[in-house]
């Protein structure tokens, strides 16, 4: 059978269809990246935001409308939060909700009656990752999140915390590595969460896949800023964890913070980032923002103006507050108008744009280990240590997909966006 897989959204989702493809493999079937010639269609939705969902909605019509002779399975995060999915949306043969996700192989083929064949089909190790040529993997830890913040409705969609243990998370990485995959990257709803329900912690697994793996490079997902231990960053001492952490600030202003239900304040942020820094070399710092939060005053989007420009990050995910039915934010007074968010979210990209290239031209003449991509015409692209995107111009015929190598960054390109290097 011919399968075809898609996802949209968060990199959990990605480590979830990267997992769906290994299981569909193991029966004996086969991946594709043509919708028109699959015999199965595999969606895994979002919803973090209205336009989640829309885009969801987009992708299953779009994807039954190409193939309307293929078995349809939606999945995922909107899949979990509207029932009323399959009666809106035609063509859907089976809805699979998040807390069957790890059992979305064995449903659909018994579900939808296919036959499976033999795993001995599929020889060990043998294109078992989602995508040939992919370098990085994603690795799911855990799923669910203890908290509530008021904005989010993932936590509705996921449930509550489930933990993987160490020793299925050790054998997916060194599969992976046997696989060619020079990198991974642990992701979770509540990744700091990992191991609460199984006397675990991240920092636990973390040391365990340092001791039981030789991956070259470990990533860290989203991590909440309360959820770090005193002694967490000591784990960089090791080379092979990544000198990047994406911590979620939302917003610089405490009363704002309050109404999100966040449990870190901005002088805690601060104090955590500066120990960061200061025990991580080449470190890098990435965000979440969201603009326009219920009862935002102008007040409130200086004060959080003024802290990310106190903090400086090398970039920022920037998400305009939308109404999600179903949060605590939804029922808030005072929602902000669409025009003032609209001006907001402009003034903060410059204010981004402008951290990106402070901090990308700040390394010029630094040298970096980077993990190449891809090859854009006669460049090549990859990523350093802690996270920045560099481009390598190489008019030869040299093949650096999926090497590693010693690179100097010489500038930045002229759209401020990434740096050019020279190799060592």
């Known amino acids: 059978m011919q399968i075809h897989l898609k996802t949209l959204g968060c990199r959990l989702n990605e480590a979830e269809l990267e997992s769906w493809a290994e299981g569909f493999q193991a029966k004996g079937h086969h991946l594709t990246d043509s919708v028109e010639n699959a015999d199965l269609l595999v969606v895994n939705t979002c919803a973090v935001t209205q336009e989640a969902v829309k885009k969801s909605r987009q992708i299953i019509r779009r994807i039954h409308r190409n193939n309307n002779k293929a078995k ?41 009656n296919f036959e499976s064949m033999p795993a001995i089909s599929t020889e060990p190790g043998e294109a078992s990752i989602f995508k040939r040529g992919r370098n990085r993997a994603f690795i799911k830890v855990q799923d669910g999140c203890r908290y509530r913040c008021t904005f989010c409705i993932v936590t509705v969609a996921r449930g509550e915390e489930r933990s993987r243990t160490e020793a299925d998370i050790i054998n997916d990485i060194n599969l992976f590595q046997q696989q060619g995959i020079q990198e991974i990257v642990l992701t979770g709803v509540h990744l700091g969460g990992y191991g609460s329900e199984i006397d675990s912690c991240l920092y636990k697994l973390i040391k365990s896949i340092l001791s039981n793996t030789d991956i070259p490079r470990i990533r860290l997902a989203s991590l909440e800023p309360w959820d770090l231990p005193e002694n967490f960053f000591s ?4 080379a092979r964890l990544m000198p ?39 470190f890098n710092l990435t965000t979440d923002i969201i603009v326009g939060f219920p009862g935002e005053t102008e007040e409130e989007w200086q004060e959080s103006i003024n802290f990310i420009k106190e903090i400086s990050f090398s970039h920022i ?10 949060t605590k934010a939804a029922t808030l007074s005072n929602q902000v ?10 003034q903060l990209h410059a204010l981004s744009n402008s951290m990106r290239k402070t901090e990308l031209t700040n390394n010029i003449g630094t ?21 920045m995107r560099v481009e390598l111009n190489n008019e030869s015929a040299t093949e650096f997909e999926n090497q590693i190598s010693k690179v100097k960054i010489t500038h930045v390109s002229k759209n401020a966006e990434h740096c050019i290097v020279e190799l060592i």
């Not at 909107?78 to 909700?97: F, M, R, T, V, W």
């Not at 995910?317 to 179903?326: L, N, P, Q, V």
């Not at 108008?337 to 609209?342: L, P, R, T, V, Y």
């Open 72 to 112: 349809l399975v939606v999945s995922g995060c909107y899949a979990s939060l509207d029932e009323k999915i399959k009666q809106d949306i035609p063509g859907i043969d089976l809805l699979i909700n998040n807390q069957q996700k790890d059992q979305l192989v064995d449903i659909t083929l018994n579900e939808l």
């Open 235 to 238: 784990l960089f001492s090791d």
């Open 244 to 282: 990047h952490m994406h911590l979620p600030l939302q917003s610089g202003s405490d009363s704002v913070l309050k109404r999100m239900a966040r449990r870190c304040k901005t002088n805690d942020f601060k104090k955590l980032v500066q120990q960061a820094r200061n025990e991580i070399p080449n």
């Open 317 to 326: 995910h920037i998400f305009t507050y939308s109404k999600r039915d179903g």
């Open 337 to 346: 108008d669409s025009a003032i968010k609209k001006q907001r979210s402009k």
């Open 367 to 387: 040298t970096h280990a980077v993990l190449w991509e891809t090859k854009n015409n006669n460049a090549w692209v990859g990523y350093t240590e802690n996270f």
